[in-house]
C-alpha cells in the first residue's frame, strides 16, 4: 500500500477515537489507544492484508493525529463555533461530524502537516463513509469557512 493510503486508514481510526471520546465521555483516552495497540481497532477489510510494518505505521499516525486532535480540541471546537455564528453548540452537531472536522482542523492548522485541500478532501471522503446523507456537503462548507478564516488570520 501507498504511504497515501495508510495515512487514509490512519485517519479513518483518528476520527473513530475522537468519535468515540466525544460520545463516550467517561472513555479513557489510554484505553482507546490500547485497542489500536492490541490491533483491535481495524476499521477496513484491507487491513488483514497489511504487513507488520504497515501496521506499525498505521498505528504511530493514528495515535499522533488522535492524540494532537484531543490536545487542541477546545481550539478546534472554537474555530467550529465561530463558523457556526454562535447559533447553535457544537454539542447539537452530528458527533461524527465533529470528530471529522476535529480531525481535519487538527491536520492543516494545528499541525500543518497536509495542506488544506488534501485534509478537507480526506475529511470529506471520511465523511461520505461515516457521515449521513447531507454531511459530506456540511463538513465540506464548514472546513472551506474555517480554512479561509484562519488563512485570514
Not at 27 to 45: G, K
Not at 85 to 104: C, F, G, K, M, Q
Amino acid at each position: 500500500m501507498t504511504e497515501n493510503q495508510l495515512r487514509h486508514i490512519a485517519r479513518k481510526i483518528a476520527v473513530q477515537l475522537v468519535y468515540a471520546t466525544i460520545v463516550n465521555k467517561g472513555y479513557r483516552t489510554d484505553d482507546l489507544a490500547e485497542m489500536i495497540e492490541e490491533d483491535s481497532f481495524y476499521v477496513s477489510e484491507k487491513q488483514s492484508s497489511l504487513s507488520q510494518e504497515e501496521k506499525d505505521f498505521v498505528k504511530k499516525n493514528a495515535l499522533a493525529l488522535f492524540s494532537a486532535t484531543l490536545d487542541h480540541f477546545d481550539d478546534t471546537e472554537d474555530l467550529l463555533r465561530m463558523e457556526l455564528n454562535h447559533s447553535w453548540r457544537t454539542e447539537r452537531l452530528a458527533p461524527v461530524d465533529r470528530a471529522i472536522i476535529s480531525v481535519a482542523v487538527t491536520e492543516f492548522h494545528v499541525l500543518k502537516s497536509v495542506p488544506i485541500p488534501v485534509a478537507i478532501s480526506e475529511a470529506v471522503t471520511i465523511t461520505h463513509i461515516f457521515g449521513g446523507k447531507k454531511s459530506p456537503s456540511f463538513v465540506n462548507g464548514v472546513l472551506a469557512q474555517i480554512a479561509k478564516d484562519v488563512e485570514q488570520a
